[in-house]
């Protein structure tokens, strides 16, 4: 399907001019790390190989740059980020909202001095189709981000496996699991990386993938205390709109991203940075002299 044919939003370029307005506007343009969540969970999988335990992957979702984010806050995000060490950093799409050709220099920048030890990899939200996605496409190939929309990558280490895989957006239709799968090595560990969260219902039903990280909702904007869950829910983030599940056989993580699309409001709803450490659940043989 070409950008061309896929439905976007009407009054594209009003909502441009409102949004570069209103983020220029804020009082609070600079990156505070105290602003943010960073969330660590630690998630098992079935028959991880001892090599990649405590592997340790960030994600990234739903920069929506321009709309709230600026690029002097993206940049200084990524340099917080640069701390934090990873293994492996996934991005979950959305990377802009409606205005692409004044940020994306700014992306591609940021994205090049994004520095994971062993590969950044990512795919397309639904606004980055609005946007243009061949140009992205372009910005990932350019900053060193292996894009994995409807694609695979098996990671070795000392004779372990493990496949990092990825979906486009199926909110326009550019999705292709089948592709997904025909690529996957079998009988091995495997996730997954979709913007859209309810996709895991389409995924889990597979019982290929181990775990689906995701972003699209976020988090609803606003979190009911104790309940830890939103009552705001939009297209593809009515099932699993914030935070753990167990779908079928797999887990489903969805983030509560960076950005926020039209209203900047967050209400016990902080942005969002999240790592994952991966555990084994084999057990270690010890060998006895």
Same mark, same amino acid.
């Given at each position: 399907?070409?950008?061309?044919?896929?439905?976007?939003?009407?009054?594209?370029?009003?909502?441009?001019?409102?949004?570069? $307005?209103?983020?220029?506007?804020?009082?609070?343009?600079?990156?505070?790390?105290?602003?943010?969540?960073?969330?660590?969970?630690?998630?098992?999988?079935?028959?991880?190989?001892?090599?990649? =335990?405590?592997?340790?992957?960030?994600?990234?979702?739903?920069?929506?740059?321009?709309?709230?984010?600026?690029?002097?806050?993206?940049?200084? @995000?990524?340099?917080?980020?640069?701390? @934090?060490?990873?293994?492996?950093?996934?991005?979950?799409?959305?990377?802009?909202?409606?205005?692409?050709?004044?940020?994306?220099?700014?992306?591609?920048?940021?994205?090049?001095?994004?520095?994971?030890?062993?590969?950044?990899?990512?795919?397309?939200?639904?606004?980055? =189709?609005?946007?243009?996605?061949?140009?992205?496409?372009?910005?990932?190939?350019?900053?060193?981000?292996?894009? @994995?929309?409807?694609?695979?990558?098996?990671?070795?280490?000392?004779?372990?496996?493990?496949?990092?895989?990825?979906?486009?957006?199926?909110?326009?239709?550019?999705?292709?699991?089948?592709?997904?799968? $025909?690529?996957?090595?079998?009988?091995?560990?495997?996730? @997954?990386? $979709? =913007?859209?969260?309810?996709?895991?219902?389409?995924?889990?039903?597979?019982?290929?993938?181990?775990?689906?990280?995701?972003?699209?909702? =976020?988090?609803?904007?606003?979190?009911?205390?104790?309940?830890?869950?939103?009552?705001?829910?939009?297209?593809?983030?009515?099932?699993?709109?914030?935070?753990?599940?167990?779908?079928?056989?797999?887990?489903?993580?969805?983030?509560?991203?960076?950005?926020?699309?039209?209203?900047?409001?967050?209400?016990?709803?902080?942005?969002?940075?999240?790592?994952?450490?991966?555990?084994?659940?084999?057990?270690?043989?010890?060998?006895?002299?």
């Amino acid at each position: 399907m070409k950008d061309d044919d896929i439905e976007k939003p009407r009054a594209m370029k009003v909502r441009q001019g409102i949004q570069d $307005a209103m983020t220029y506007s804020l009082p609070d343009k600079k990156f505070n790390p105290k602003n943010i969540d960073l969330v660590e969970i630690d998630i098992e999988l079935d028959n991880l190989g001892w090599n990649f =335990h405590n592997y340790r992957i960030l994600n990234i979702a739903d920069i929506h740059l321009g709309q709230w984010i600026n690029p002097e806050y993206l940049s200084e @995000l990524i340099d917080y980020v640069n701390t @934090l060490n990873v293994d492996l950093v996934t991005l979950t799409g959305d990377y802009f909202s409606y205005n692409f050709e004044d940020y994306k220099k700014c992306l591609e920048q940021s994205l090049k001095k994004l520095a994971a030890k062993e590969g950044k990899f990512g795919v397309l939200g639904n606004h980055d =189709h609005w946007m243009n996605a061949d140009e992205i496409r372009d910005i990932f190939k350019r900053s060193g981000v292996v894009d @994995l929309s409807n694609d695979v990558r098996t990671l070795e280490k000392n004779g372990d496996f493990l496949n990092i895989c990825g979906v486009d957006s199926c909110t326009v239709c550019c999705d292709n699991l089948d592709k997904v799968l $025909a690529k996957m090595k079998v009988d091995t560990p495997s996730i @997954l990386l $979709a =913007h859209e969260p309810d996709f895991a219902k389409e995924s889990s039903q597979t019982d290929r993938f181990d775990l689906q990280i995701s972003g699209h909702s =976020h988090g609803g904007q606003f979190i009911v205390p104790k309940f830890e869950t939103t009552p705001f829910r939009g297209p593809n983030s009515t099932k699993y709109p914030v935070g753990l599940y167990k779908v079928g056989n797999m887990i489903q993580y969805t983030s509560k991203g960076l950005g926020t699309n039209s209203f900047r409001i967050r209400i016990n709803c902080k942005p969002e940075i999240t790592i994952i450490t991966l555990k084994t659940n084999k057990k270690q043989k010890i060998k006895i002299e």
